[in-house]
């Protein structure tokens, strides 16, 4: 996921740099070598998502990147957190869980209390 950045040109650098990872492509790969794989990508219908932060990102860096031709076929998944963004994806376009609010907070808690239980266990 690609958290907090320090512009335009930042979160470009560093969306280019995710994908040229997760394709396992050099590092000093040219934009034609990845275009070229996100093509092949696309074409076998294997999808290809980068995760984002909602946190700083606005409508408009969010068009200008999904319209980049060097990132043509890749998905953009817009994680926000419970509160959301609003104004920042049609509404269509964000996915609402059918879960009631703070649920995602007491199944992180149970999370923690377990593991840190376990973790006493393996001590003991």
């Avoid at 560093?14 to 990872?21: F, K, Y």
């Avoid at 980068?50 to 980049?68: F, H, K, N, Q, W």
């Avoid at 376009?93 to 209390?113: C, H, I, N, Q």
Wanted: charge should be negative; hydrophobic fraction near 45%.
């Amino acid at each position: 996921m690609l958290d907090a950045f320090g512009g335009e040109d930042d979160l470009h650098a560093r969306v280019r740099s995710a994908l040229i990872g997760a394709l396992k492509l050099d590092d000093d790969s040219g934009d034609a070598k990845l275009k070229s794989r996100l093509d092949s990508k696309r074409n076998l219908k294997q999808p290809v998502f980068i995760l984002l932060d909602g946190a700083g990102l606005s409508t408009d860096v969010l068009e200008r990147l999904r319209a980049s031709e060097l990132f043509a076929g890749v998905n953009f998944l817009v994680l926000t957190g419970e509160a959301g963004a609003p104004g920042l994806l049609p509404d269509e376009a964000v996915l609402k869980p059918l879960l009631k609010a703070g649920f995602e907070d007491k199944v992180w808690s149970t999370y923690e209390e377990i593991c840190y239980a376990e973790f006493k266990l393996e001590r003991a």
